[in-house]
């Protein structure tokens, strides 16, 4: 007999990143190919149009898992008892918006939606927030949802943290999994920092194997934190396939574990390594049994300190703009 269906919410479902990300969920990339699923589409009301046309697709894909789609422009609806949503939908810049526009326009969508989570979706539920300004949006998304254990929100930084994997890999001539230890701290914003201080390939230091302190300081750092525009600038289009890449391993790595290896994760502060608490930062976590612990007690050294303290205050920035 199969087992309930998961019931996954998925927001900005007409957008670019979920024409990737629910045909991988249909799939049974993030349960496993034995876990039936239920997909909640929310997006505006313009927009439903477009969902239909997505939903026609997946129902032309014949996915044995995907045994029901709700379509909706309620987040009520959306968020009903789920175990498991990916906030993806927020408003991109326009001509004309200033960032602390931007931030004000995407606070108020994920205010309504931290409220219709707070009273609606099952209390197990994981909640990742995607659509940008990640880190900021999943703040206010906890801040609206008192009832909710803000330990069940995290946010995007997983794209960054793959983006690092293979341009590591390729200078040390290793496999992407081969490497454990490697830390996005931060924003999911040009401040973050990729940080290999701890990052070793089959056990020995990647540092050591690379031997390039210049390559890491002015080439891989900045890359990373650059990436997402230079893919804008090569596509025309924001990174879409990779996002959704990212946001499924993630949620995966965070539902069924990390088998004692780091990965990175932005999660709500309690205070370690300075991070005033109640920002969602990137850090370092390991995950076991559905939940995540983060990596505490790394000494950080100056270099590492100057990063950190940059991208924080970009994030305390962004939380002040909107108070
Ligand atoms: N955290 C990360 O690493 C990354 C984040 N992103 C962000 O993800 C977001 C989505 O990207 P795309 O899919 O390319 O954008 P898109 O513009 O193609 O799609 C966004 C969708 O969200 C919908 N939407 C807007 N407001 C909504 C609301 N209140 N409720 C439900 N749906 C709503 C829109 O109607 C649209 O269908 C953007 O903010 C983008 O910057 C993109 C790549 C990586
Ligand atoms: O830069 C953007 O707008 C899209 C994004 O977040 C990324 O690709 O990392």
């Known amino acids: 007999m199969q087992s309930t269906p998961k019931k996954i919410a998925v927001t900005g479902a007409a957008g670019q990143i979920c024409y990737s990300l629910l045909f991988r969920l249909a799939n049974g990339d993030l349960y496993g190919k034995s876990q039936p699923i239920e997909l909640r589409l929310l997006d505006l009301p313009q927009a439903q149009d477009a969902v239909r046309g997505v939903v026609m697709e997946l129902e032309d894909c014949a996915f044995p898992l995907l045994h029901n789609i709700v379509m909706t422009d309620d987040p009520r609806q959306a968020f009903e008892g789920v175990d498991a949503a990916f906030l993806v939908g927020s408003r991109p810049r326009s001509k004309g918006m200033e960032r602390r526009d931007l931030l004000a326009a995407n606070a108020e969508i994920f205010k309504v939606q931290g409220r219709a989570i707070n009273e609606v979706a099952g209390r197990r539920a994981k909640i990742l927030v995607v659509g940008n300004p990640a880190n900021t949006n999943a703040s206010i998304l906890i801040a609206n949802a008192p009832d909710f ?175």
Not at 288 to 315: A, C, H, N, P, R
């Open 149 to 323: 254990n803000p330990r069940q929100v995290s946010s995007m930084i997983r794209l960054d943290h793959n983006r690092a994997l293979t341009q590591l890999a390729r200078k040390a001539a290793c496999g992407v999994g081969d490497i454990d230890k490697l830390v996005v701290w931060g924003n999911h914003s040009p401040t973050m920092f990729a940080d290999w201080t701890y990052a070793t390939a089959a056990g020995r230091p990647l540092s050591e194997t690379i031997a390039d302190d210049h390559w890491y300081k002015e080439v891989l750092i900045p890359e990373i934190a650059r990436r997402g525009t230079a893919i804008i600038e090569a596509r025309g289009a924001s990174s879409a396939a990779s996002a959704a890449n990212a946001a499924i391993d993630q949620m995966r790595d965070w539902m069924h574990g990390t088998d004692g290896r780091w990965t990175s994760m932005a999660v709500i502060s309690q205070g370690q390594y300075g991070i005033p608490e109640g920002l969602v930062c990137g850090v370092p976590v390991m995950c076991e049994d559905g939940d995540y612990s983060v990596v505490e007690g790394l000494d950080l050294d100056g270099f590492q300190k100057s990063k950190l303290d940059k991208t924080i205050e970009e994030l305390v920035g962004e939380r002040d703009a909107l108070s």
